[in-house]
Each structure stands twice: as structure tokens, then as C-alpha cells.
């Protein structure tokens, strides 16, 4: 598939979801993020990936509100914690909706297989879901065991949100989303600016003509996944990084690039399988 800027994909529930966006993660809760989140609207950026825990919806709510339809930009946001049950979730779901001052999410993902009432938790999101305040269901940093232990209490997400690039390419989990029709949502997909100085990287970047990120952000795109590359600090990155819809990377290359991460794997953000069944508690 040749991925354009305005491209989406159809999630396993019907809905749509575009490929590219802007995360969130450690941008601060101030002007400087509003100003950014405005900033990526007005390039035309479709999505928007924020959570409870980064502290910034307020942020997000604040520039949607004033600089374009609710209909026209997608926001998925996170549930850090399912430890306080149903309970827990509906306190931090409304806070989320009254943070980004929006009546809907369009996608809500559990930000993490872990705190003791994962599958009652999952049953509940999902009546959100059906009462109209949730569009899209979804996870992030499910391993493929947690995801079997999801699908063996008869729940399929339409997203796994994982950390992946050519260094954290987390194969296994790959696999399983595609056998089983869940969208990738790549996270982290510039390895947190750890790789950008890598010599091999640049000398591919060079060849395209394209800056290491944009590389980064390409491979991913092409791999199939929906990618938000984070940035907080200007609108110059802005642009860079929305700027990967008009070269392709050679199927050599992708794999070279793959081939060359994998030598040296690291991974920048949690790691999943650490999360154990007890996680999940009773349905
Ligand atoms: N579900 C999860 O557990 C989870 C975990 C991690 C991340 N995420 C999501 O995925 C998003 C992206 O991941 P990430 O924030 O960890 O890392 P990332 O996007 O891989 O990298 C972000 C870093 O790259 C820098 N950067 C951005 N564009 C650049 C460019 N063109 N040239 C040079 N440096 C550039 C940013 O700096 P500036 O900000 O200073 O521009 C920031 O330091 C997050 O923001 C978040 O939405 C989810």
C-alpha cells in the first residue's frame, strides 16, 4: 500500500483510524503543548495520542476546541490503571472526557496489561463503548500472552499500541496482531531520538535525501503500522516529521534497516511480558 497523509485504515470494529499523528508523551502541561497540539492541526495533523498519565488532555482539549471539528480529528487516550476495577475506570474516563472537553474518545486504549482486574476492566470499557462514548477499544503494551488471555475471555481489541522500530521490532507480538486482524500502533517510533546519530541511519537518510527521523517514520509507516512520532519542541519537527508521503523506501532497505536494528535490540520504554496472568483477575 502507497500511504498518503490523508490515509486511514479500518479497524476490526468498522471504524476508521488515519495512519500517522502526534504523541504525546512527556509534553509538558502548559501553553507550549496547546501551542504545538494547534500547530499540528492546522498542518493537517489527523490524530492525536494522549493519556491520563502524561497530564496534557487539558492541553489537547483546549486546541481542538478552538481550531477544528470534534468530528475531524481523532484523539486516542489512555487508562493508566485498572487496580481500582470499574469502579477506578469510570472516575478516570470522565475525567478524561471533561480534560479534553469532548462527549466521545475515539479510541481508548488500557495503557498497560497490569493491575489485578485487567478483564473486568476490558468489560466495562467496552459498555462505554456501547453507550456511544467510546468509538474504538484498545490496548497497549500486550504481549502476545495477554492478548491470548484477552481473546480466551472472548475480547478481540482493535488496536495494540506497542514501542516499535528497526532496535524494538517486537516481532512476536506483530505476528499475532496481524494473524488476528488487531491494528499496530507503533509507539516510540524514532526510539525516543536514541538512535538518530546512528551512522548507518544517516547514511541511509543521506541517500534518500531525508533526515534520520523521517527514515524512521517511513519504515513504519511501510511495515504497516500507524506511527506518532512525539514532538513538543517546534513546529519546524512538525513539518519534518509529517513530511514521509512522498518517497518510498526500497524493499532492500526495509529490510536492511530491520536487519540492522536487530543486531543491537533495545528497547526505550516498558517492557510487557513482564505482566502476568494475575494481572488479569477474575472475569
Ligand atoms: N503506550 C505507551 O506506553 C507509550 C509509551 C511511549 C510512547 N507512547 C506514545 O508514542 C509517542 C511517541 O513516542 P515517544 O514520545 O516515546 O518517542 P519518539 O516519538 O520516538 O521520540 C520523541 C523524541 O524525538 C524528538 N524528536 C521528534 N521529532 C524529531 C526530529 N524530527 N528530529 C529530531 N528529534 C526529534 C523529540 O524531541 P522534542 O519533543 O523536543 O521535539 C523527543 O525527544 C508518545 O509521545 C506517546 O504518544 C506510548
Known sequence: MSWSFASKIKLNDGHLMPVFGLGLYQAA?????????????????????????????????????????RGKIF?????????????GLHKSFNRSLQKLDTNYIDLYLMH???????????????????EGKIRSVGVSNFGVQHLKWLKQAGFVPAVNQIELHPWWPNEDIVEYCRENNIAIMGYSPLGKAR?????????????????????????????????????????????????????????????????????????????????????????
Not at 495520542?49 to 492541553?59: K, P, W
Not at 497490569?114 to 462505554?128: C, D, M
Request: charged share 25%; hydrophobic share 35%; aromatic share 10%.
Open 29 to 69: 502541561s502548559t501553553l507550549k503543548t496547546t501551542e504545538i497540539v494547534v500547530d499540528a492541526i492546522r498542518l493537517g495533523y489527523p490524530l492525536i495520542d494522549t493519556a491520563e498519565i502524561y497530564g496534557n488532555e487539558a492541553q489537547v482539549g483546549e486546541a481542538v476546541k478552538n481550531n477544528i471539528e
Open 75 to 87: 484523539i486516542s487516550t489512555k487508562l493508566f490503571r485498572t487496580n481500582d476495577g470499574y469502579e
Open 112 to 130: 498497560a496489561p497490569q493491575g489485578g482486574h485487567v478483564l473486568e476492566v476490558y468489560r466495562e470499557i467496552l459498555q462505554l463503548q456501547r
Open 195 to 283: 538512535f538518530l546519530d546512528d551512522p548507518y541511519l544517516q547514511k541511509i537518510a543521506a541517500q534518500y535525501g531525508k533526515t534520520p527521523a523521517q527514515i524512521l517514520i517511513r519504515w513504519s509507516l511501510q511495515n504497516g503500522f500507524i506511527t506518532i512520532p512525539k514532538t513538543s519542541s517546534s513546529t519546524e519537527r512538525l513539518k519534518e516529521n509529517m513530511a514521509v508521503f512522498d518517497f518510498t523506501i526500497s524493499d532492500d532497505d526495509m529490510k536492511n534497516i530491520a536487519r540492522y536494528g536487530k543486531k543491537n535490540p533495545q528497547n526505550t520504554g516498558w517492557n510487557p511480558t513482564l505482566n502476568t496472568k494475575e494481572d488479569f483477575g477474575p472475569l
